[in-house]
Every structure is written in structure tokens, then in C-alpha cells.
């Protein structure tokens, strides 16, 4: 048994994993991390693995030169893996042109299949260079796919909680592909000089593709997505955005500190009329323009939101009031462990165009419900679909609010469903007439969203398809 063999095994399982995470990173400014996209990523990986793994034991029983074969086909993949960001910033934004499905599953092939296909179909050559007899194939084999499979376990770990964090993308692949270079021609005892000038070539390229013309005050990679806070400015006024996979979450005017969004100006007459003192929680912080206004109403505001580096842009570039009690908390897991009690809670846990359905099933309202006072209020950021077969998703929703006894009512900007937010406003008390308030018609159907069947990631999944589009096309041309 080779033991470097297993160990450039270990590298390349690793490379696969990142591969797979930073092709879905990089796909989410262009297209998003919807179903549709993981769906798109997953897919096409094993796509490409089943092909490498065919084509590889193809190749074994025909190469006079296993190793030569080997090296050639790692150093290639190792090379297409430190271009793929290069790749997704000239070539994918061109793809999105076409419409979002096929673009989709082009911009996925265009950076995951090749690499992908050329990293599975060395594993049959590494089982061809160590099987000496047929009684060892099997062994062999065996060994070969647990430590690859080792190392693309501990890739995953590494890089979604360390290394795209804290070095970026573009980084983290030139590294997994400058590696995998190396251990090939050290292991396999091979060297190409070809090889070696355009590996620095693409090493070189990627480190002068930075985006121009930004005024990007903070920004970060991660296994949630790309958090990015930057300065852009509007005819004579400078707005601050918070974006999460390239998709703005929070608009602010950097001299009034205001929000300009209009669902946030429907939420603060929302917000009128409540007594001194009343308590509210905010369910998805954003960049905490929201929870500010809350305070300026004189509440006294918890805010609960998942990922630490919105929180950390909220404070330090938003102006997040210090009287927001912060929790770093997933909202379902903040809901079930609670005790407070609520006069008013915003539920606004969109990213970018997705919502986490697991935050509004029938059983997360249920224990939403014991945390209310009486005549709270429940409001739910939404998309503005409502009717049709886009609108499925808003009707499941307000079935299950319905279920749970709620009074519900609709606010909203427009009635122009295209390009609004619509915003539930739910009660256990009648509710009176609401500034903004619009009556949708809603798609019939009778299904709720519940924990064993959640409903709404597959009923909002056109939804998001048309909002992302239109999205794309406002602020990209795209």
C-alpha cells in the first residue's frame, strides 16, 4: 500500500467539498442560495462525480502510465479550481441573461463539471496503482473512498466555519488548487513547467479581479453567504446598504440615519400608539433600523438574529441603538427557549429573497402564542406576491396564522404586486382599519406550513424565481 497515494487521495476528496461550498457561494450574488440553486449545485456535482468515476475506470484499463495519467488529470483539476473565481466574476454575470432556470444549471456546469468530473475520475486510477492483484481491489477501493470521503468531511468543516470566514472565496480555492498542484507533482514524482507558469498565471489573474468603483466599508464570506456593507450614492444623497449574497436587506440615508425602504416606514405606523414601557422582539435583525425605531416608540426591544456578522454590522456601521438587547440565536431556537412575553414582534427573517419556513410553522406559532400579551401584534415581512400561482406561499402562511386563531390584516406600499413588500398583521383582538392596509386576493387552498410537512420553501419557490429576476433586473440590468 502507497501511503502518499492515500494521502493525495485525502487532498483531493478535500478539494471536491470546496469546491462544491464555494461554487454555491459563488453562484448566490448572480442567482442566489435558493432550493433552485442547491438543487442546481447538488445535481450537477453528482452529475459530474458519476461521469469522473465512469470515464476514470475507462481510463485505467487503457493508460500503460497510470501515474503519468493521474498527474495530468489532478494538475488540471487543481488549475480549473483556481479559476473558477475568475470564472464566476467574467463569465457567470454573462450567463444570467438568459432566463434564471437555464442560466442557472449553465452558470453551475460552467464552474462545478469539469473540476468536479476530472477530481472523481482520478479515484479509480489511485485504486489501479495500489491493487496489485484482484483480491486487493476491493480492499483498496474501499480504503481509498473512506479517505477521500475523510477529507472532504474535514474540508467541509474547515472552510464553512473558518476559512471562508475569515480569507474569502477567491482565496480559500487558490489555496485547495495550489495544494492539490503541489502534492501531485511531489507525490506522483512528476513536474510539468507548462503546468507550473499557468498555475502562477491564474494565481496572479485572480489577484487583480477586485471589484472597482466601490466604497466597501465592510465585507465577509461565509458558509450563510457573502455579508457586505457599502456607501453608494444616489443623485446628491449617500445611502449605506447592508447586502447578503449581493441582494440589499437594508437601505439607510447615511446623513438622516433613516431607513428609505417603504415596508420599514409602514412598520413604524405599526408601531404607533403603544404605551411606555411595551415590549417588543424583532426576529431578524438586518442592519437594526427597525429595532432603532422601536426604541425612538419608547419600546424596550429584544432582537434575535442568527448570524453574528449582521450583528456586527449593524453596531458598527448602521448605528445600532445600545438599548436593543442582542441575541445571536436562530429565532425558532430563541422562541422555544424563551420566557418573555411580547407586546409586539416583527418577524423579518428574510435572506435576501429566501424565508426561513421553519420560523412560521404551525408549531413555532403555537409557542409564539404563549409569548404574547394581550392585544399584541404579530407582523410578518413578506414577499409581495399574493395572487395566482406565485401567491400560493402568502396563502399558506395566512391559513396557518388563521389556524392558530389569529385576526389577519394586510399592509402595503402598492398594489402593484411586483414591487412592494406585503406585511401580515396578525392579532388574537379585532383589528382596527391600518394605514397601508390593502385587501389581496388570495390563491385558494387549504394547506397550512407544519414542522412535518413544511410547505413553503416549495410553495414560495416561483415567488422567489420572479422576485430575484425582477430584483436583478431593477438594479443590475441583468
Known amino acids: 500500500m502507497k501511503k502518499r497515494l492515500l494521502v493525495l487521495s485525502f487532498v483531493e476528496g478535500a478539494t471536491v467539498m470546496a469546491v462544491e461550498l464555494c461554487g454555491a457561494r459563488l453562484l448566490a450574488p448572480v442567482f442566489g442560495s435558493s432550493l433552485y440553486v442547491w438543487a442546481s449545485v447538488l445535481g450537477i456535482t453528482l452529475v459530474a462525480l458519476a461521469s469522473g468515476y465512469f470515464m476514470g475506470g475507462f481510463w485505467s484499463h487503457k493508460t500503460k502510465n497510470p501515474a503519468k495519467l493521474l498527474f495530468g488529470i489532478l494538475s488540471t483539476a487543481a488549475l480549473m479550481v483556481m479559476l473558477m473565481p475568475f470564472s464566476a466574476e467574467y463569465l457567470v454575470p454573462r450567463i444570467a441573461y438568459v432566463s434564471f432556470v437555464p442560466a442557472m444549471l449553465g452558470a453551475t456546469s460552467l464552474l462545478l463539471f469539469a473540476p468536479v468530473f476530472l477530481l472523481g475520475a482520478s479515484s479509480p486510477l489511485f485504486v489501479a496503482l495500489q491493487s496489485h492483484t484482484s483480491f486487493d481491489a476491493g480492499k483498496v477501493s474501499g480504503l481509498v473512498y473512506a479517505i477521500s470521503t475523510f477529507g472532504g468531511i474535514l474540508a467541509t468543516f474547515v472552510c464553512g466555519f473558518y476559512l471562508m470566514p475569515q480569507f474569502g472565496l477567491k482565496l480559500t480555492l487558490l489555496s ?12 506522483l514524482s512528476k513536474f510539468s513547467n507548462t503546468h507550473a507558469v499557468v498555475a502562477i498565471g491564474l494565481l496572479f489573474l485572480n489577484r487583480n479581479t477586485e471589484q472597482k468603483n466601490k466604497t466597501v466599508m465592510y465585507a465577509s464570506e461565509g458558509i450563510m453567504g457573502r455579508v457586505e456593507v457599502l456607501d453608494q450614492l444616489y443623485g446628491i444623497k449617500t445611502v449605506r446598504l447592508l447586502k447578503v449574497n449581493d441582494i440589499i436587506q437594508s437601505e439607510m440615508n447615511l446623513i438622516s440615519g433613516q431607513s428609505i425602504s417603504d415596508y420599514v416606514t409602514i412598520f413604524d405606523t405599526l408601531c404607533s400608539g403603544y404605551p411606555f414601557g411595551s415590549k417588543a422582539l424583532v426576529l431578524g435583525l438586518g442592519a437594526g433600523l427597525t429595532s432603532n425605531a422601536l426604541v425612538k416608540r419608547n419600546f424596550q ?141 388570495l390563491e385558494k387552498t387549504t394547506h397550512i406550513n407544519t414542522d412535518d410537512k413544511p410547505l413553503l420553501e416549495e410553495a414560495n419557490a416561483l415567488a422567489n424565481l420572479s422576485w430575484r429576476n425582477l430584483y436583478l433586473k431593477h438594479y443590475t440590468g441583468q
Not at 410578518?380 to 402568502?394: A, D, M, R, V
Open 176 to 187: 485547495f488548487g495550489f495544494a492539490l498542484f503541489v502534492f501531485s507533482a511531489l507525490l
Open 301 to 441: 426591544v429584544q432582537a434575535v438574529e442568527f448570524d453574528e456578522r449582521v450583528i456586527y454590522a449593524a453596531k458598527n456601521y448602521f448605528g445600532l441603538n445600545k438599548k436593543v438587547e442582542l441575541f445571536n440565536d436562530d429565532a425558532r431556537h430563541f422562541l422555544n427557549g424563551s420566557r418573555n412575553t411580547y407586546d409586539l414582534v416583527l418577524v423579518d427573517v428574510f435572506k435576501a429573497e429566501e424565508q426561513p419556513s421553519h420560523v412560521i410553522t404551525f408549531e413555532s406559532l403555537s409557542k409564539l402564542k404563549t409569548q404574547l400579551n394581550k392585544n399584541a401584534r404579530v407582523v410578518i415581512n413578506w414577499h409581495g406576491y399574493s395572487s395566482g400561482e406565485l401567491g400560493k406561499g402568502t396563502s399558506i402562511l395566512h391559513n396557518t396564522l388563521l389556524s392558530q386563531g389569529f385576526n389577519v390584516k394586510f399592509c402595503a406600499y402598492s398594489e402593484d404586486e411586483d414591487h412592494r413588500n406585503l406585511m401580515f398583521v396578525a392579532s388574537f383582538e379585532k383589528l382596527p382599519e391600518l394605514a397601508f392596509e390593502v385587501h389581496p386576493v
